[in-house]
């Protein structure tokens, strides 16, 4: 099966269980050749209910800034509603940099194609891992959404790596 065929016909992005797979694969490496493994979780934010149009407008520019902001390597899909990139070969600060361009690129007012104005912004949890023993993919996903529901719940454009909210009394 080639990559092309594995993608979403419409966003370009990997569905939610190839993601999944992909990211298992990726653990696997990260234990038998420790390296690290980082995984990015975006969420869209709204200042008011998005109408459909809207809605699918703010998703077709994430999906375009995902395609035009990442590493070849980097592997973005959607997750649970929201959207996840994995992120091969990378550590927390090379993930944090990678997520700091997309929220910053995320930002202010858009307009749907019909020229309706509305706003929107990005909230990201990072989780990382150096390699070897002690990953998971389980692990990381849940660090992940800690964080992205911990950004979420600051506020607007809001970034957090996992490793900076745990000791704020989070569980690690």
Not at 2 to 28: N, T
Not at 110 to 116: F, G
Request: charged share 25%; with cysteine.
């Amino acid at each position: 099966m080639d990559q092309e065929s594995r993608l979403d016909a419409e966003s370009g992005l990997y569905p939610q269980k190839m993601l999944e797979s992909l990211l298992d694969g990726e653990v696997l490496r990260a234990k038998r050749y420790p390296g690290p493994l980082s995984v990015l979780y975006l969420g869209l934010r709204f200042d008011e209910n998005p109408s459909p149009d809207v809605l699918e407008s703010a998703q077709s520019f994430l999906a375009d800034i995902l395609h035009a902001s990442l590493r070849e390597v980097d592997m973005p899909g959607h997750y649970q509603g929201n959207y996840l990139v994995v992120m091969p070969e990378s550590d927390a600060e090379g993930a944090k940099k990678a997520a700091e361009r997309l929220v910053d690129k995320f930002q202010g007012k858009q307009v749907t194609r019909q020229l309706l104005e509305y706003r929107v912004s990005v909230c990201a949890g990072v989780a990382s891992h150096p390699g070897g023993e002690g990953i998971s993919s389980i692990e990381l996903l849940s660090r992940a959404s800690t964080a992205l529901w911990e950004a979420h719940r600051r506020g607007p454009r809001t970034l957090l790596l996992y490793d900076e909210i745990k000791g704020e009394g989070k569980p690690q």
